[in-house]
């Protein structure tokens, strides 16, 4: 044993086995069984029962997107297929019992708790297993010493596990990313998969195969409610939540970020500080941003801006995208960016719910269709802005393939009809598709469906409602297919 630990060994084996209920009865607490199990359940668990190669399974994302609730569903999951229940450990390292323990002092009293001689065949289950300084190191030897046990860790101070994972778990660890619920998920969850039918739209020449909707109205009353509370499970089924979304997530997901997981691993002085900047980005996401005038407005030092913005995004509250010119060219300084939540609902949370006519809307759509594509990590998306004489042309997220270095699509975001009827208008997206020879392109509206042909370029018009479904479904899919 390491340490010596101020609480006497029967206590915490006592704890153990209130945390595996089923070492007796066969089941995991109603709490989690009763909850519905997320789409990405199907992806994750194949990773659990992984056996043929030696690796341990990191379970990281946001806090608050059902990583713990996804762990249980793992273990009844086993325990339906016939594991022997008492080879199931779950442990939660938050808890301040173990604080003394290293992992494996842990697993040796597992081992007594159930008279075990050895852990061959055992499935164990760390949860918020960042509390543990030098997780990565101890997990490592876990995966060395036990060739026949399967370890599954879970852990929310994002920024610590993807930093740490990558430079010790090399060969040793297989990560897993949970992000914030898509609008597919959120349609799942809230049981109004009556509302999405199999369907095609056109665009360009072809018929394409796309869940559609027998109800606009419906499905945008949906989404305006998945734009302010959709991002967390847990809100999306509490009504009760919804009405506090200040306390719950700003004091959960936010403040225990900004005040103490960030300032933890990098050193940060000044919280506050760090607080006021992300409340200055969260208002004015979606925006475009240069360090000059983002040091003007927050008052805060360029090069404190430029770590800021990247321990942000190492926690997963926000993502930072890179402009391009009309021809998907990269600016070889990077003078602009636009910053997006990784959610919507987060904005919500530390100001107030918005309507579908208010004037952010635009910002707020374009955060959501973001966080759609948020899932597909490999993706490097982009948007375009170029000088056309006295104007300025853009389109808000473009595809670069990264390979030839050429765009392989652009979207307009929009939440307005108006283009619909005034599809010249469209300026900006019509020079794009002529410099990069492309004969179609997409653009969201409210709720207006069809295809407009200008200047010989075919515009689809998708509500931004099934456009972002539509993300979430076709990247379940690839991911499904591992494409």
Known sequence: MSSPSLIPTEKIIERLRYENPWWINKQIPETYSSMSKRLYFSL?????????????????????????????????????????????????????????????????LCKQALNLTNLNGCYVFFDEVQY?????????????????????????????????????????????????????????LKKMNHLIFDGNIKYGGKEINYCLTHDIKALNREFIHYLNFGGYPEVVLSEKIQSDMGRYVKNDIV??????????????????????????????????????????????????????????????????LNKVDVNAKRLKRITSFKVYLTNPSLRTALFSPISETDNEMGNIVETAVLSQWMHREKLDLTYARWKDGRNDGEVDLVLVDDKKYKPVWGVEIKWSNR?????????????????????????????????????????????????????????????????
Not at 71 to 76: P, V
Request: aromatic letters at 14%.
């Open 419 to 483: 283009y619909f009827d005034k599809p010249q208008e469209l300026k900006s997206l019509i020079q794009f598709c002529k410099s990069n020879s492309f004969d179609k392109s997409l653009v969201t509206s409210i709720d207006q469906l069809g295809v407009k042909t200008f200047e010989n370029i075919a515009l689809s018009f998708l509500p931004a409602s099934i456009y972002c479904y539509n993300i979430g479904d076709i990247t379940l899919k690839m991911k499904n297919n591992n494409i």
């Open 255 to 320: 403040d225990k970020v900004l005040l103490r997981d960030l300032p933890s691993l990098y050193g940060i002085k000044d919280v506050q500080e760090l607080n006021r900047f992300f409340t200055y980005i969260a208002y004015n996401t979606g925006n475009e941003f240069s360090y000059e005038t983002m040091s003007r407005e927050s008052g805060i030092q360029k090069d404190t801006l430029k770590k800021y913005l990247e321990y942000l995004e190492a926690a997963f509250l926000i993502k930072v």
């Open 132 to 188: 543990l300084k030098d997780w990565e190191r101890h997990l490592k030897v876990l995966v060395d010493s036990f060739p026949d046990t399967k370890f599954i860790v879970s852990g929310s101070a994002a920024a610590a596990l993807k930093w740490h994972s990558t430079e010790s778990g090399a060969g040793r660890f297989t990560d897993f990313m949970l992000p914030p619920l898509t609008f597919q998920e959120y349609i799942y």
């Open 44 to 108: 994750f668990y194949p990773n659990v029962t992984e056996k043929s190669i030696r690796r341990a399974l990191v379970l990281m994302g946001p806090r608050r997107v059902g990583k713990t609730v996804m762990l249980f569903h793992s273990i009844e999951q086993l325990i339906s297929e016939n594991i022997d229940p008492q080879k199931i450990f779950f442990i939660g390292i938050d808890n301040p019992i173990y604080v003394h323990l290293s992992l494996e002092d842990i697993l040796d």
